[in-house]
């Protein structure tokens, strides 16, 4: 698993290694020497003009490293700093002074929409993880030029994105052809409006050890998974990998129950049984059928759990009192694990979170249905989705997937404290 920080873990690693006595000024150095390379190697051509865009900080600092390093090589670059010199970090002042000792042109930002346009490479160096307010004045406008740029190159976020949450904090952010972020990913890389603003991500060593940083989030690899899955015997059969049973299907909705069903064999089960409340409903030949009668409901689920690992319960199961009957005798009495999906988050959410303490219980929800469970507008679930999916598996005890273009994973083990 590939860690992902959050801006506050992020700080707390930098102090941790400039306290053991890394000068930040080196940390920067690395940073912007990284980034440089990347940039030379993997989105530059030979020749290609440079505009880097820099701000009064530490990102405008490695943004100084990253003009030096590229004009050393012979890149034709220009600098224009967004921001009076009075409001210049130290760090960020020395970096400046080393790329105007080695001949390096600075320009004023009047005209900038005119020298993005000759550029062929325009690095976004305004704004870094720290920024935590919308984008006024000459930095919006600058940001508005970047993004009519030809590529457009972030250092470690892009400008007018929070780095925790992803989402645009006010009118702008830049929209980035690649984003190289520094010593590890970080948790606004992968929310809300970044899916669209990051691009391609590259991270850079910035030459200390990671070890000290134990996140509370990373990105699954497919190798992660892998490891977690136990090879098939090679004498296996049906009764051996498992029989996953799913719960839905009214009338109306059979397909939804047939589609998970599908999942589950392609998955691996050996055996499915699809348990429905519709009366009549067909599935295909090497999907099992159960029965869910309104006069026997409970004896019947009682005989579906016999031998079953795995319940799926609410794909296109209904909201009538049969539905909620289903899921709270699930919730009861079933020993396995339950994964639990549309309709029957909806009830859930109409029973509470705290319904779920003590059960075996993955919800599934995407934002919308999320929203539901955690009593909030779709709109603070999109804006906060790594702090809603913790507050969900905190809330319920369960292990929440959030469902999205980039899927998010908690349960009470990976969260804080």
Not at 22 to 35: F, K
Request: charged fraction near 20%.
């Amino acid at each position: 698993m590939i860690p992902v920080l959050s801006r506050e873990e992020m700080r707390a690693f930098d102090a941790h290694h400039i306290k053991a006595g890394v000068p930040s000024i080196v940390l920067m150095e690395n940073a912007g020497r990284g980034a440089a390379e990347i940039i030379e190697q993997r989105i530059a051509k030979a020749g290609d003009s440079v505009l880097v865009v820099c701000g009064t900080g530490n990102n405008g600092g490695d943004g100084w490293v990253v003009a030096r390093r590229l004009h050393t090589r012979g890149f034709p670059v220009t600098v224009v700093q967004i921001g009076s010199d009075a409001r210049i970090t130290p760090d960020a002042k020395a970096q400046r002074s080393a790329y105007e000792a080695v001949g390096g042109k600075v320009r004023s930002s009047f005209g900038l929409d005119e020298v993005v346009a000759s550029s062929a490479i325009v690095v976004d160096a305004l704004f870094g993880t720290g920024l935590d307010r919308p984008l006024e004045d000459g930095a919006l406008d600058a940001v508005r030029a970047m993004n009519r740029g030809k590529i457009v190159v972030a250092l470690d976020i892009p400008s007018g994105l929070h780095a925790n949450t992803g989402e645009v904090m006010g009118k702008e952010a830049v929209v980035a052809h690649h984003t190289i972020t520094f010593a590890f990913e970080k948790c606004g890389h992968f929310g809300g409006a970044a899916i669209g603003r990051v691009g391609e991500l590259h991270t850079v060593d910035i030459g200390v050890p990671s070890s000290f940083s134990l996140p509370t989030s990373g990105r699954i690899e497919a190798r992660d998974v892998a490891q977690r899955i136990a090879p098939r015997a090679k004498d296996a059969h049906k009764y051996t990998n498992g029989h996953v049973a799913v719960v839905g299907g009214s009338a109306g909705k059979t397909g939804a129950a047939g589609l998970t069903s599908h999942a589950a064999l392609r998955a691996g089960a050996g055996l499915v049984t699809v348990a429905t409340l519709a009366e009549h409903a067909t599935f295909a030949p090497e999907i099992m059928q159960h029965a869910l009668r309104a006069e026997t409901l409970a004896d019947d689920l009682e005989r579906l759990y016999l031998k079953k690992r795995v319940l799926v319960v609410g794909p296109g199961l209904g909201l009538d009192a049969r539905a909620r009957t289903v899921v709270e005798h699930v919730l009861d009495t079933f020993k396995g694990t339950v994964v639990l999906d549309a309709d029957a988050l909806t009830l859930v959410a109409d029973m509470g979170l705290g319904r779920l303490a003590g059960t075996n219980v993955i919800l599934t929800p995407h934002g919308g249905e999320l929203a539901r469970l955690l009593k909030r507008t779709s709109e603070a679930i999109e804006a906060d989705r790594f702090g809603a999916v913790r507050d969900a598996a905190e809330q319920s005890g369960a292990t929440v997937v959030l469902k999205g273009p980039r899927t998010l994973v908690a349960d009470t083990a990976t969260l804080p404290g």
